[in-house]
């Protein structure tokens, strides 16, 4: 992937991704949370599960230039 400028389109989907996952933290902790140590648990596996995919996803969409060599990496 080469590097590219970031388009409007693309700050607006990373915000839209961001607000998803916020949305369904809130969602998820407010119905399990209360439930005890089973719904805690539930609750722990779709926060890092959600992390995990939120990660991966900007990882395989973003690419970095270095300021000072120009060189371009993915993480």
């Given at each position: 992937?080469?590097?590219?400028?970031?388009?409007?389109?693309?700050?607006?989907?990373?915000?839209?991704?961001?607000?998803?996952?916020?949305?369904?933290l809130?969602?998820?902790?407010?119905?399990?949370?209360?439930?005890?140590?089973?719904?805690?648990?539930?609750?722990?596996?779709?926060?890092?599960?959600?992390?995990?995919?939120?990660i991966?996803?900007?990882?395989t969409?973003?690419?970095?230039?270095?300021?000072?060599?120009?060189?371009?990496f993915?993480?």
């Amino acid at each position: 992937m080469a590097y590219r400028e970031p388009t409007r389109e693309n700050q607006a989907r990373t915000v839209l991704h961001l607000i998803i996952y916020t949305a369904v933290l809130t969602v998820e902790a407010f119905f399990l949370i209360p439930g005890g140590a089973p719904g805690a648990a539930v609750s722990a596996v779709i926060f890092v599960a959600g992390a995990f995919l939120l990660i991966r996803w900007h990882a395989t969409n973003t690419t970095y230039r270095c300021r000072l060599c120009a060189h371009e990496f993915r993480i």
